[in-house]
């Protein structure tokens, strides 16, 4: 749901996690995100992406430091409000759907938001047309390509209308044609826009901002451009320049 | 067959079931006729009595196991065909495999022409208490995806064996214990996803509008099955 706040949507401050075994995996990360932003997030594996985004929508809690998501600060008096203005894409879109059609799926938020019957239909149609899914409505979601889900667990989160997308991995087995697709989506939505990925073109097509982790720490917060075309950064921190722009 | 109100075949099917479980063992008349409502069922709603019949190969060696000693104990003979006598025990064991078999397929048919989330919703309407209409639904989405984590699983095994018939029993332990670990951390994800979605341990469902049909399809079955469970006009 929107909040209607412009400008800070997302502020973390100082913001550290650790697992039970140890594994300090984020350490002091601070950050704020404004309305509109497009963020990438990137790093090599097992440097704390996915649980810098589970902590964002309060599926871990027990972190330190102060963060604080559309206005509220998210601890577990707080997981109603901010669920309601973030919205998660799973990596495995089979985990997303879990209802056996692609409306029921796609209805499931607004319906748990008590929202009219009325307007959960208006939702579920303005979320699959964003998505240019329209045709798959009626579609069980057994029987979905690997695209179709994707657009599908897309179009689940656009229905609550969140004011912040977090995706992690969104171009993960898609085809070139249906990697486009999705770019060419992202780009006209109007949301903080939040993307964890691998594929470094991606994070180039859709993000103007790019968030470098190494070590649990914030490396280089900046401009995507700069940033994905420092091969020696990239480099030093276990990635390599974007495909599109290595020349080899 | 797939847009009558999911309460009307709920009712309909466990009413069928109960009434062809209750039929006397030696009644095969009435047996017979019942299976009116499974050729109106199949026919109208385009069911495969083939795939019926396939998905009970389970079920079948069940019911004549059940009923194959009937014969051995209950001897009295009815009457005779040819130089063969028909025993009291031979009937109830036709009718035993023709009730398992009528049963199964009332259910299959049900299944079928009507979505979990349906049948969940026809379970409401009788004030089935939440939790367990809840846990229902939440074992068939685990069986979901406990189902596909099996299928990976034993794929990636046979692609790695292909000489070997089946999984050999030395690789039981450790696939059925990644077989659990992998559906226990699927099935946390698809929590979390429901969780991040609303979820507050309730499935809202639209409340289906009742149609004319709806109301016709129950009653006048019903009025059918009392008229062939006691011979009203037979």
């Known amino acids: 749901m929107k909040t209607g706040i412009h400008g800070e949507l997302l502020k973390i401050e100082n913001l550290s996690f650790t697992y039970e075994d140890g594994n300090n995996v984020l350490q002091d990360i601070s950050l704020t995100a404004r309305d509109g932003e497009s963020i990438g997030i990137i790093g090599a594996n097992g440097i704390g992406k996915s649980t810098l985004m589970k902590i964002l929508v309060g599926l871990k809690l027990d972190y330190t430091g102060k963060l604080t998501v559309a206005g509220h600060e998210v601890n577990k008096k707080n997981l109603n409000h901010i669920r309601e203005h973030v919205g998660f894409v799973f990596q495995d879109s089979d985990s997303q759907l879990f209802l056996s059609k692609v409306e029921d799926d796609v209805a499931f938020g607004p319906r748990n938001y008590g929202l009219s019957e009325d307007e959960v239909q208006r939702r579920v149609t303005e979320a699959l047309e964003k998505v240019h899914a329209t045709h798959i409505r009626d579609k069980h979601t057994y029987k979905l390509s690997g695209g179709e889900k994707k657009l599908s667990s897309i179009a689940t989160i656009l229905s609550m209308e969140p004011d912040i997308i977090i995706m992690d991995e969104p171009s993960i087995a898609l085809d070139p044609r249906n990697r486009r697709n999705l770019i060419g989506i992202l780009n006209e939505l109007d949301v903080l826009k939040i993307i964890t990925s691998h594929d470094l073109d991606f994070i180039m097509d859709t993000c103007k901002r790019t968030i470098l982790l190494d070590e649990g720490r914030i490396i280089a917060d900046g401009d995507t451009n700069t940033i994905l075309r420092d091969k020696e950064l990239l480099e030093t921190h276990g990635l390599e320049l974007p495909l599109s722009l290595n020349t080899r | ?234």
């Open chain 2, 1 to 234: 067959m797939n847009e009558l109100h999911p309460l009307g075949k709920l009712l309909v099917s466990v009413l069928y079931i109960v009434l062809v479980a209750s039929i006397n063992k030696y009644d095969i008349v009435t047996l017979i006729l019942m299976s009116v409502y499974l050729v109106f069922i199949f026919v109208i709603g385009d069911l495969s009595f083939r795939d019926g019949i396939y998905r009970m190969r389970l079920v079948l060696p069940l019911v004549i196991f059940v009923g194959i000693f009937n014969p051995f104990f209950d001897k009295t003979v009815l009457f005779y065909i040819g130089k063969i006598g028909i025993t009291t025990g031979m009937l109830s064991m036709l009718t035993l495999v023709i009730k398992g078999v009528y049963t199964v397929l009332a259910a299959y048919s049900l299944i079928i022409t009507t979505s979990i989330d349906d049948i969940c919703y026809a379970f409401g309407c009788i004030k089935m208490p939440k939790i367990m209409i809840l846990v229902i639904m939440l074992i068939y989405r685990y069986f979901g995806v406990m189902a596909e984590e099996a299928g990976r699983i034993t794929t990636a095994y046979s692609l790695r064996a292909p000489s070997q018939k089946g999984i050999h029993y030395s690789a039981w332990g450790t696939l059925v214990g990644q077989w659990l670990l992998r559906s226990m951390d699927r099935a946390e994800r698809v929590y979390e996803s429901m969780l991040l979605r609303g979820f507050k341990g309730d499935f809202n469902t639209v409340k289906k509008k009742v149609k004319k049909t709806d109301i016709i399809f129950p009653v006048v079955w019903i009025v059918i099955f009392i008229l062939i469970r006691w011979r009203v006009i037979l």
